[in-house]
């Protein structure tokens, strides 16, 4: 799915666990049980069966012949993406192992205090000696990405690097790249599949502070802060077991969602009370930000994450779609819908896009923001004829 084209699905959407077949996901843990466990046993017995078979396991015995591992994840880099790739590069090094984090591009700036987010690589903004980390390496572990496209820029760097390219992620429809495909789209997110591996590797006891806080982060922002269907009993253990490290899960939450500027939640405001638009029949919101608006707010990456939410927080709305202007005439947008109305086959179909059922993203080319929402006016009810 999206192949080199310009859209994103925003992470943090909601994944469902219907098609899981694993037995330990099953398990039925209820508070009696939970007082009798031994926390750690317990943790891998209900762990991603995807990340705790002999090949993942067997994985840790290769790294120390390496000379140079890098950790990567794909372009517009969420909480999921920054955080597993800065967990997983903190564990290999504490290890001993020279491990580099490398993103295409940056990240939003409320993730900045992240432990350790001075030491990625930005291949945007430093492409010669990033490209040079890319050619050295021998492996390039791949987090919370199903393809080479979505690496933006970078695809053609790590697609032609030499290196073993070993793949851990939860979006559906892995494309055929890796050595090692550790894929589980039942899982809420990367971050939980990455502390799944570290417990298949029997290195539970060696989880620092560092590594815990990136965790916590990724598995919080890609599940809503552990509010959607995907969240199961063994995510709130291994939160129990990063919580149970001492980390300041509260510190996390306010550094990451409370430090928003002026300019951000007046944005926030300027779309929802004056670009917003309701069909409440088929139940549907849409709101288009052009770049004029944009500029006036002194819009920085990041800005309107959760605009889209907002809107399908509205009672009676079921499909919440949000456009942005990002270059003239190009909007990109984001789709978000409840249930079983699925937005991903509409942003395929009409948006150059895809995603998942819930969560989709796509483009739409459009000589003005009118010319758009007249669009979307004149198709909505033929795209969710009875949400
Ligand atoms: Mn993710």
Same mark, same amino acid.
């Given at each position: 799915?999206?192949?080199?084209?310009?859209?994103?699905?925003?992470?943090?959407?909601?994944?469902?666990?219907? /098609?899981?077949?694993? &037995?330990?996901?099953? $398990?039925?843990?209820?508070?009696?049980?939970?007082?009798?466990?031994?926390? #750690?046993?317990?943790?891998?017995?209900?762990?991603?069966?995807?990340?705790?078979?002999?090949?993942?396991?067997?994985?840790? /015995?290769? !790294?120390?012949?390496?000379? !140079?591992? &890098?950790?990567? +994840?794909?372009?517009?880099?969420?909480?999921?993406?920054?955080?597993?790739?800065? +967990?997983?590069?903190?564990?290999?090094?504490?290890?001993?192992?020279?491990?580099?984090? &490398?993103?295409?591009?940056?990240?939003?700036?409320?993730?900045?205090?992240?432990?350790?987010?001075?030491?990625?690589?930005?291949?945007?903004?430093?492409?010669?000696? $990033?490209?040079?980390?890319?050619?050295?390496?021998?492996?390039?572990?791949?987090?919370?990405?199903?393809?080479?496209?979505?690496?933006?820029?970078?695809?053609?760097?790590?697609?032609?690097?030499?290196?073993?390219?070993?793949?851990?992620?939860?979006?559906?429809?892995?494309?055929?790249?890796?050595?090692?495909?550790?894929?589980?789209?039942?899982?809420?997110?990367?971050?939980?599949?990455?502390?799944?591996?570290?417990?298949?590797?029997?290195?539970?006891?060696?989880?620092?502070?560092?590594?815990?806080?990136?965790?916590?982060?990724?598995?919080? $922002?890609?599940?809503?802060?552990?509010?959607?269907?995907?969240?199961?009993?063994?995510?709130?253990?291994?939160?129990?077991?990063?919580?149970?490290?001492?980390?300041?899960?509260?510190?996390?939450?306010? %550094?990451?969602?409370? %430090?928003?500027?002026?300019? %951000?939640? %007046?944005?926030?405001?300027? #779309?929802?009370?004056?670009?917003?638009?309701?069909?409440?029949?088929?139940?549907?919101?849409?709101?288009?930000?052009?770049?004029?608006?944009?500029?006036?707010?002194?819009?920085?990456?990041?800005? $309107?994450?959760?605009?889209?939410?907002?809107?399908?927080?509205?009672?009676?709305?079921? &499909?919440?779609?949000? #456009?942005?202007?990002?270059?003239?005439?190009?909007?990109?947008?984001?789709?978000?819908?409840?249930?079983?109305?699925?937005?991903?086959?509409?942003?395929?179909?009409?948006?150059?896009?895809?995603?998942?059922?819930?969560? +989709?993203?796509?483009?739409?080319?459009?000589?003005?923001?009118? +010319?758009?929402?007249?669009?979307?006016?004149?198709?909505?009810?033929?795209?969710?004829?009875?949400?």
């Amino acid at each position: 799915m999206g192949h080199g084209s310009d859209w994103d699905v925003h992470e943090g959407c909601e994944k469902h666990r219907e /098609n899981h077949n694993s &037995v330990a996901h099953r $398990t039925k843990v209820g508070r009696g049980n939970l007082l009798r466990m031994k926390p #750690a046993t317990n943790l891998l017995e209900t762990a991603s069966t995807v990340m705790t078979t002999a090949e993942a396991r067997g994985t840790w /015995n290769e !790294l120390a012949a390496m000379d !140079l591992i &890098v950790v990567t +994840a794909h372009r517009s880099p969420d909480g999921d993406a920054v955080g597993s790739v800065l +967990a997983l590069t903190h564990h290999l090094r504490e290890a001993g192992l020279n491990a580099e984090a &490398v993103l295409p591009d940056r990240f939003p700036r409320n993730l900045n205090w992240l432990p350790g987010a001075e030491i990625i690589h930005f291949f945007d903004e430093t492409p010669d000696s $990033t490209t040079e980390i890319l050619e050295r390496a021998d492996l390039i572990w791949c987090l919370d990405f199903n393809g080479p496209g979505r690496t933006g820029e970078m695809e053609t760097t790590l697609v032609n690097s030499s290196a073993k390219k070993w793949v851990v992620d939860h979006h559906q429809f892995p494309e055929d790249f890796a050595d090692h495909l550790f894929s589980d789209p039942a899982c809420g997110s990367t971050c939980e599949l990455v502390f799944d591996l570290i417990a298949g590797w029997g290195r539970l006891g060696l989880i620092s502070q560092e590594t815990a806080v990136c965790a916590y982060t990724g598995i919080m $922002t890609d599940t809503g802060s552990f509010r959607f269907s995907s969240v199961s009993a063994h995510t709130h253990l291994v939160l129990s077991y990063l919580v149970g490290l001492g980390i300041d899960h509260a510190q996390i939450h306010e %550094q990451t969602f409370d %430090q928003r500027s002026l300019n %951000q939640v %007046q944005l926030e405001g300027h #779309a929802l009370s004056d670009k917003l638009h309701t069909w409440m029949d088929p139940g549907v919101a849409f709101i288009v930000l052009d770049l004029d608006t944009l500029e006036r707010f002194n819009y920085q990456p990041g800005d $309107t994450e959760g605009v889209v939410n907002r809107a399908l927080a509205l009672e009676g709305i079921r &499909v919440a779609i949000f #456009a942005k202007e990002s270059k003239g005439g190009i909007f990109k947008i984001s789709f978000r819908s409840v249930g079983d109305i699925s937005v991903r086959d509409i942003a395929a179909e009409h948006f150059e896009g895809g995603g998942h059922r819930n969560a +989709a993203g796509g483009i739409y080319r459009a000589s003005s923001s009118q +010319a758009l929402i007249d669009h979307v006016e004149s198709n909505v009810r033929n795209w969710f004829p009875n949400p």
